[in-house]
């Protein structure tokens, strides 16, 4: 049973458009959600993370949106390109003490040329 | 740094073999993780240790699966016997602190197994 549900699950776009990936969860526990980025025969590596306390972070093309009432979360990638074609990681954990993350399903992005 | 490192990358076994991973993590870090990748069940922790000590196993799918931290460089995941359904890629990952407190946890390249 995930804790984190993460959707669409492969979303496909043109260079230069917007990606969007949603996760929600409902432990009200969680308090810090990064993002991971997989390519193709490798591991997966931090993109971004956001604790609730702030609504979006932005690094680059890459934001993340928070909406801490509602429990969920969203990646958003501008100016897609097609470098950025990789599976796509949500996660969270729960309080400063918590040794691990709990991982959303992943959605796989294809940038189109 | 080297990262994590992680063998071997591939593995092709006859079921009911034993498979034996490594793992050697970053110099430093305190904690380790074993990660499973499927495309069914996605990204599933099968065990983590801090400072060598086994936190949490409860992921560990079955008594076939066993691992150890013999020291704080190398970690070894372990399959007795091996069976089809145990094919996956196998990720070994390390982290300095608790994740909770935004500390990131470092993925190795993963060991790609596949029991035939």
């Known amino acids: 049973q995930q804790q984190v549900k993460q959707s669409p699950q492969s979303l496909i776009v043109q260079k230069g458009g917007i990606s969007i990936i949603n996760c929600a969860y409902e432990n009200t526990a969680f308090d810090y959600f990064p993002w991971y980025q997989q390519f193709p025969g490798k591991g997966p590596a931090l993109l971004i993370a956001i604790r609730p306390d702030v609504s979006e972070k932005k690094e680059g093309r890459f934001t993340i949106s928070f909406n801490k009432s509602a429990k969920q979360f969203s990646l958003h990638i501008m100016d897609s390109q097609p470098g950025d074609s990789a599976t796509y990681f949500c996660a969270a954990s729960r309080g400063v003490n918590d040794y691990k993350l709990s991982f959303g399903a992943g959605t796989t992005v294809t940038v189109r040329a | ?116």
């Open chain 2, 1 to 116: 740094d080297a990262g994590v490192i992680q063998s071997p990358r591939h593995e092709v076994t006859e079921m009911g073999q034993e498979v034996t991973l490594r793992c050697k993590p970053i110099s430093g870090h305190d904690y380790l993780f074993w990660y499973r990748q499927t495309m069914m069940r996605g990204l599933e922790l099968l065990i983590y240790f801090n400072n060598n000590v086994p936190i949490d196993d409860s992921g560990m799918p079955e008594d076939r699966f066993s691992a150890k931290m013999p020291n704080a460089s190398f970690s070894t995941l372990k399959i007795q016997p091996s069976e089809p359904r145990d094919s996956a890629v196998y990720f070994c990952a390390s982290s300095l602190g608790r994740v909770g407190s935004g500390n990131t946890i470092y993925f190795g390249e993963g060991s790609w197994l596949t029991v035939v």
